[in-house]
């Protein structure tokens, strides 16, 4: 029962923090309890799991819970109550749901990116052709009706099929992996679609590397099949409408120039405003008096108080200073750097976190790292120790013991209900 628990949790923390699974709706009242509920869970597990935690995520939680205990402090002296607003200090924790995240993966079983899959594509379907989003969508940027933080889920089924292609050679992944990137491009998401391509570069230097079980690109079948594929949609892509596609391609040409481009402006605008104001505060940012002084880009969809700063680097700096942003790295680039160091050659499954969470970093530029992204991050951190153990199957229930090394000199055993 208590592995359910965790499992529970996991999902919580994969898909319940996203407004993928409540019809795509990012204002759902229930969305934004859930977040704050799992946020304060993951500031209560840093004490409960903290000697489960590899070196690097002990470091992580150690600077977490001295950063929520300042913030308590300070809303205490500046304000007379300890939580002035929790809205400052559940963004400051939010990268402490990676660390929740390993813990319940390595109690529960990682679940497995094939089941990760099917979730993702299921809650698509759902919401865009049973609750008809997609037919509102006209091919630009202001009729979309995906959200870019839905869309990012879309990078771990493009990296999955497309490294199970490299390791099987079946074209049934290969054709799914170009449906998920074209599936990508046409929502018209730019940061996405940067992020993935970039990481697939990243892929292609892993297997240069001798990091991946996979042979070399078969050029023979794949350029056949790109060919097939055009002949056979030269005649829909001439149904379309000119000015349509004229548009669209306008669109994602803005990738390549932001200052003509009329969000990419925008967004430039309050990056370079935000940038200006950190070199007052770079330590430990602004805080509280930040959330105070609102958001300059009057918006009436905004709130009064607190900021909605789309870049993830230039949040954490204004917010939280150097200190802030250093946390939030550590965790991610920590999380590579122990996938990386520790598996001489990487199981799919690693490949794929080990891509997510490096396209995190591409996508942060123009965009702040969703709530789920931090689930994913602990998770590639339960794989880099221990990948087999959430693929190991049988028939029966019983106990199984399961040592996860954590480094050189420490170790846990957890006992995972399998089936024998």
Same mark, same amino acid.
């Given at each position: 029962?208590?592995?359910? +628990? #965790?499992?529970?949790?996991?999902?919580? /923390? *994969?898909? &319940? !923090?996203?407004? =993928?699974?409540?019809?795509?709706?990012?204002?759902?009242?229930?969305?934004?309890?859930?977040?704050?509920?799992?946020?304060?869970?993951?500031?209560?597990?840093?004490?409960?799991?903290?000697?489960?935690?590899?070196? +690097? #995520?002990?470091?992580?939680?150690?600077? /977490? *819970?001295? &950063? !929520?205990?300042? =913030?308590?402090?300070?809303?205490?002296?500046?304000?007379?109550?300890?939580?002035?607003?929790?809205?400052?200090?559940?963004?400051?924790?939010?990268?402490?749901?990676?660390?929740?995240?390993?813990?319940?993966?390595?109690?529960?079983?990682?679940?497995?990116?094939?089941?990760?899959?099917?979730?993702?594509?299921?809650?698509?379907?759902?919401?865009?052709?049973?609750?008809?989003?997609?037919?509102?969508?006209?091919?630009?940027?202001?009729?979309?009706?995906?959200?870019?933080?839905?869309?990012?889920?879309?990078?771990?089924?493009?990296?999955?099929?497309?490294?199970?292609?490299?390791?099987?050679?079946?074209?049934?992944?290969?054709?799914?992996?170009?449906?998920?990137?074209?599936?990508?491009?046409?929502?018209?998401?730019?940061?996405?679609?940067?992020?993935?391509?970039?990481?697939?570069?990243?892929?292609?230097?892993?297997?240069?590397?001798?990091?991946?079980?996979?042979?070399?690109?078969?050029?023979?079948?794949?350029?056949?099949?790109?060919?097939?594929?055009?002949?056979?949609?030269?005649?829909?892509?001439?149904?379309?409408?000119?000015?349509?596609?004229?548009?669209?391609?306008?669109?994602?040409?803005?990738?390549?120039?932001?200052?003509?481009?009329?969000?990419?402006?925008?967004?430039?605008?309050?990056?370079?405003?935000?940038?200006?104001?950190?070199?007052?505060?770079?330590?430990?940012?602004?805080?509280?008096?930040?959330?105070?002084?609102?958001?300059?880009?009057?918006?009436?969809?905004?709130?009064?108080?607190?900021?909605?700063?789309?870049?993830?680097?230039?949040?954490?700096?204004?917010?939280?200073?150097?200190?802030?942003?250093?946390?939030?790295?550590?965790?991610?680039?920590?999380?590579?750097?122990?996938?990386?160091?520790?598996?001489?050659?990487?199981?799919?499954?690693?490949?794929?976190?080990?891509?997510?969470?490096?396209?995190?970093?591409?996508?942060?530029?123009?965009?702040?790292?969703?709530?789920?992204?931090?689930?994913?991050?602990?998770?590639?951190?339960?794989?880099?120790?221990?990948?087999?153990?959430?693929?190991?199957?049988?028939?029966?229930?019983?106990?199984?013991?399961?040592?996860?090394?954590?480094?050189?000199?420490?170790?846990?055993?957890?006992?995972?209900?399998?089936?024998?």
């Amino acid at each position: 029962m208590i592995n359910w +628990i #965790y499992r529970i949790v996991l999902c919580i /923390l *994969l898909f &319940g !923090v996203s407004a =993928l699974i409540y019809g795509g709706n990012s204002l759902h009242p229930l969305l934004d309890k859930v977040t704050n509920g799992i946020t304060l869970v993951g500031i209560a597990g840093l004490f409960v799991f903290f000697f489960r935690f590899p070196v +690097i #995520y002990k470091v992580a939680a150690w600077a /977490l *819970l001295l &950063g !929520v205990t300042g =913030l308590l402090l300070e809303s205490r002296y500046e304000y007379g109550q300890f939580v002035y607003s929790y809205f400052v200090i559940k963004r400051f924790a939010y990268c402490g749901l990676a660390l929740l995240a390993f813990a319940m993966a390595m109690q529960g079983g990682p679940l497995k990116i094939k089941y990760i899959n099917y979730a993702i594509f299921a809650f698509y379907v759902i919401n865009q052709l049973f609750l008809g989003q997609i037919f509102k969508y006209n091919l630009t940027s202001e009729s979309r009706t995906v959200t870019s933080n839905e869309a990012l889920y879309l990078v771990i089924p493009f990296l999955y099929y497309a490294v199970t292609y490299l390791k099987e050679r079946r074209i049934i992944d290969f054709l799914l992996s170009l449906f998920t990137f074209a599936f990508i491009v046409f929502l018209l998401h730019r940061s996405v679609i940067s992020a993935a391509v970039v990481v697939m570069a990243v892929v292609a230097g892993l297997s240069l590397m001798g990091k991946l079980s996979t042979g070399g690109l078969p050029m023979g079948r794949t350029v056949a099949t790109l060919v097939v594929l055009l002949v056979a949609l030269t005649p829909l892509m001439g149904m379309l409408p000119g000015n349509k596609v004229d548009a669209f391609l306008e669109n994602i040409g803005g990738i390549l120039s932001p200052k003509d481009d009329e969000t990419g402006s925008w967004r430039l605008e309050q990056s370079e405003y935000y940038l200006s104001q950190i070199p007052e505060k770079p330590v430990l940012g602004w805080r509280y008096e930040g959330y105070d002084r609102g958001e300059i880009m009057e918006n009436e969809d905004f709130p009064e108080k607190g900021t909605i700063i789309h870049s993830q680097y230039i949040d954490m700096l204004y917010n939280y200073g150097a200190a802030g942003l250093a946390l939030n790295l550590l965790i991610i680039l920590g999380t590579l750097f122990v996938i990386y160091r520790r598996n001489p050659q990487f199981s799919t499954e690693q490949t794929v976190l080990f891509g997510f969470i490096f396209s995190g970093l591409v996508y942060a530029v123009s965009y702040q790292l969703p709530v789920f992204y931090w689930g994913f991050v602990g998770m590639g951190m339960c794989y880099a120790f221990r990948p087999q153990a959430a693929s190991q199957q049988g028939n029966g229930p019983q106990d199984e013991p399961i040592e996860f090394e954590l480094s050189e000199s420490e170790s846990v055993t957890v006992y995972k209900t399998t089936q024998s």
